[in-house]
């Protein structure tokens, strides 16, 4: 069962496409993500659920009903805004109860939600005070409080944490995505992080330019992305693209075109042909175990983080790149590293964790039927 359904959906501001064609199906119970970069229409798109901008065509229905022409209102959903939206002169219990209160609800009633909604967040002390006396994770409870008493149909997330600091929003996002398992509530929520992303959702949907690139589970869009733009948008640090030449029956790859980085490949394309060899920098090693292919290249920076070592690399080139330039590529390693720029290394990488791309379409090339 879908709780949303999009179909054909389509948004314009004058001759401006914002959204272009979007069919999505969201199931009951689901916590889906929309990622993408700014401005590729994943608020947009939102917006259109919760009934904040109309839409120019499709079809959009909520628990079943096509609720095109409702208003906000009487859609029966609830939105978590990025600026928490608190009406500042209101205790955290009216701010809560704000929208019970205009409905007519019974006192009693609303008080009981209010007791549930306060013990599973943490509001109980806090329900008498103002938001100025509150910090942004508070605050941020109270917006997602003000939105579960309700018991919509749907919760709609604009960027909720965008304004925390770096580890409240790890704690945030690790309650909320609590809170959808306790609740067993349908969630849409738009972020501009993809770890946020692949970290809290069963579902993540990938936009670019208004239009849905792919959607999955997360580590599906890892494993399997469809196009270039999905393996360097899903992952962290982005994957590496490297000019690279289909040779040997298609079961290797020359990288940058030179034979002094000749791969294997865990399986068969057509041979002959230029291509985009993707490499995650966390699938690279240095010195290559198991059943690693290698590779030399010479380190031109390191950066530690303690717990990470993200280095960068340069490797041979040869026709496929211009004259002078260099083939780069990151290589991410835990812990702490030796190696120093100027070092010359050897790299490694597994065949079945090499990824290959049409380089105009930007298509991942599947593998050829085995004869």
Known sequence: MFQIEIEHLNKSYGHARVLKDISL???????????????????TLLRTIAGLEKITSGTLKIAGVVVNDKPP???????????????????????????LRLRHRPKREIAERVADVAEILGL???????????????????AMGRAIIRDPKAFLFD?????????????????????????????????????????????VVVLRDGAIEQVGAPLTLYQQPVNRFVAGFIGSPAMNFVPAILVDDGNSLLLGGDAACRLRL??????????????????????????????AARVESVEGTGSMTFIEMSIAHGATAGAGDAVMLTLAQSGISTVRPGDRVTVGIDPADIYVFDPDSGLALQADPAP
């Open 124 to 142: 109980g002390l806090l329900l008498g005070r103002t938001p100025r006396a509150l910090s942004g994770g508070q605050r941020q409870r109270v």
């Open 25 to 43: 199906q969201v199931p009951l119970g689901a916590f889906v993500a929309l990622v993408g970069p700014s401005g590729c229409g994943k608020s």
């Open 266 to 295: 865990g399986q068969r394309r057509a041979p002959g042909r230029a291509v985009l060899a993707g490499l995650r920098p966390e699938h690279l090693t240095l010195g290559g175990v198991g059943k690693a292919q290698t590779f």
């Open 159 to 203: 960027e909720p944490l965008s304004n925390l600091d770096a580890s409240l929003r790890v704690k945030m996002r690790g309650e909320i995505r609590k809170l959808h398992q306790r609740l067993g509530a349908t969630s849409v929520y738009v972020t501009h992080d993809q770890i946020e992303a692949m970290t809290m959702a069963d579902m």
């Open 73 to 99: 209102r009487e859609r029966d959903v609830a939105m978590v805004f990025q600026s928490y939206a608190l009406y500042p002169h209101m205790t955290v219990e009216d701010n809560m109860t704000y929208a």
